[in-house]
């Protein structure tokens, strides 16, 4: 079974200090793991995926993410927090032999202050 | 170049009614997936679809059935709707199994 975790349910920044969102993982096999955006009364956006390759993943809006096998993470980061960047994110996880299907996290809602 | 879209974007039903939800996209994606969204639980899949003419249960599928009958189209069902049912419901496509979904603007159900 394939399971993903957002430990945090808010996360909250001052816009221009780096941001983390926390993703962890289980799942049998090499993960897929994915991570999304949603904007208020919105469907989700995608922002960036882990295949294969580098460990560190650049996507949308200069977000990117950190693929860390031995700890199951795949944590979301951002150098300097825009408010524009608060939204609601998804992690979500896939298996590399069978990726019909994607179990999502239940997000974590990302708050940038002024 | 509309992506995907979904009908209609706001529903209340009763205890006991049908409908169907149609989501769309002309992408020319091979798979669709319907997906509900309830707070603190996240997305959860309800059925999902690899090809036109196929379906398949996700994690949540009881009360649901759904139709691929045209690759562009994926139609959700709801036979005798549930206040368990009330939820918001996206409707999401790609073109590979490993590639990123693309997804609808989603569909407020109230079951009342």
């Known amino acids: 079974a394939q399971s993903v975790a957002q430990p945090e349910d808010q996360v909250n920044v001052a816009e221009g200090n780096p941001l983390t969102v926390k993703c962890t993982y289980s799942?049998?096999?090499?993960?897929?793991l994915f991570w999304y955006v949603q904007y208020p009364n919105r469907g989700l956006q995608f922002l960036l995926k882990?295949?294969?390759?580098?460990?560190l993943v650049k996507g949308s809006y200069g977000f990117e993410a950190e693929f860390n096998k031995s700890q199951t993470s795949f944590h979301l980061k951002k150098p300097s927090a825009l408010v524009s960047d608060s939204a609601l994110y998804f992690c979500a996880v896939g298996r590399s032999y069978n990726t019909d299907k994607l179990i999502f996290g239940t997000g974590t809602r990302l708050q940038v202050f002024p | 170049n509309a992506g995907v879209t979904q009908t209609p974007k706001f529903r209340v039903l009763k205890t006991g009614q049908s409908m169907t939800l149609l989501c769309a996209q002309d992408m020319n994606h091979e798979y669709m997936y319907w997906y509900r969204q309830d707070p603190g639980m996240g997305l959860r899949l309800i059925h999902y679809s690899v090809g036109e003419g196929t379906t398949a249960k996700g994690e949540v599928p009881d009360g649901y059935n759904v139709s691929r009958l045209k690759k562009q189209n994926f139609l959700l069902g709801l036979e005798s709707a549930a206040p368990s049912q009330t939820s918001v419901y996206f409707c999401?496509?790609?073109?590979?199994?490993?590639?990123?979904?693309?997804f609808g603007p989603g569909t407020r159900l109230t079951v009342l």
């Open positions: 882990y295949i294969t390759g580098d460990n």
């Open positions: 799942v049998s096999g090499n993960p897929y």
């Open positions: 999401a496509s790609s073109s590979r199994s490993y590639n990123e979904q693309f």
